[in-house]
């Protein structure tokens, strides 16, 4: 199993343009995350999804929008790219079930700049 | 709403010294508590978790924590740390009754640094 990968691993922006950072598990996992992470900020819940279909905000969701058309697949854009969204980006997945206790498993990041 | 305090921004041990790493939380109910290592340039790690029974859980590379519910603690612990034990370590806590409430909560984490 590759586990969770995330796709790409560097990215440079200019300020207003778009686009997508995938998400891929192979686990067969229901529920998926995206995170931000900041220095001195630990990691920040963007959107996460419980379902094939089914996106939900999290605790920074403006300015990210997210799809999972397919339960393999968790997909955040980014439609017009700003300064303050410079960060590293973690994906997540987990098994998940209701009032689950299982982990959660982390892709390696894409590490985003916004110039 | 739920928290994570990692009071300790970075904590330096000498090698084959104890390690604690220290982690109080806030959450309505009962917490399921984690511990997440983080490498250089690499995604999180899960190292051990607390869900419910003896509060000292064992994990990963001889790591251990201890749940303290009348403190709200889970402190991270090492007999013996190691040179590799070197990373940033974060302290996450989630309510154990869900009820919709997906969030994972983590703490701002704490840089290991073992000197040899």
């Known amino acids: 199993n590759a586990g969770v990968t995330q796709t790409p691993k560097f990215r440079v922006l200019k300020t207003g343009q778009s686009m997508t950072l995938l998400c891929a598990q192979d686990?067969?996992?229901?529920?998926m995350y995206w995170y931000r992470q900041d220095p001195g900020m630990g990691l920040r819940l963007i959107h996460y999804?419980?379902?094939?279909?089914?996106?939900a905000k999290g605790e920074v969701p403006d300015g990210y929008n997210v799809s999972r058309l397919k339960k393999q697949n968790f997909l955040l854009g980014l439609e017009s790219a700003a300064p303050s969204q410079t960060s590293v980006y973690f994906c997540?997945?987990?098994?998940?079930?209701?009032?689950?206790?299982?982990?959660?498993?982390f892709g390696p990041g894409t590490r985003l700049t916004v110039l | 709403a739920q928290s994570v305090a990692q009071p300790e921004d970075q904590v330096n041990v000498a090698e084959g010294n104890p390690l604690t790493v220290k982690c109080t939380y806030s959450?309505?109910?009962?917490?399921?508590l984690f511990w997440y290592v983080q490498y250089p340039n690499r995604g999180l790690q899960f190292l051990l978790k607390?869900?419910?029974?003896?509060?000292l859980v064992k994990g990963s590379y001889g790591f251990e924590a201890e749940f303290n519910k009348s403190q709200t603690s889970f402190h991270l612990k090492k007999p013996s740390a190691l040179v590799s034990d070197s990373a940033l370590y974060f302290c996450a806590v989630r309510p154990s009754l869900n009820f919709g409430n997906e969030k994972l909560t983590f703490g701002t984490g704490t840089r290991l640094t073992i000197i040899p």
């Open positions: 959450v309505s109910g009962n917490p399921y």
């Open positions: 997540a997945s987990r098994r998940g079930r209701e009032r689950s206790t299982d982990t959660q498993y």
């Open positions: 686990m067969n996992h229901e529920y």
């Open positions: 999804s419980v379902g094939e279909g089914t996106t």
């Open positions: 607390y869900i419910t029974g003896d509060n």
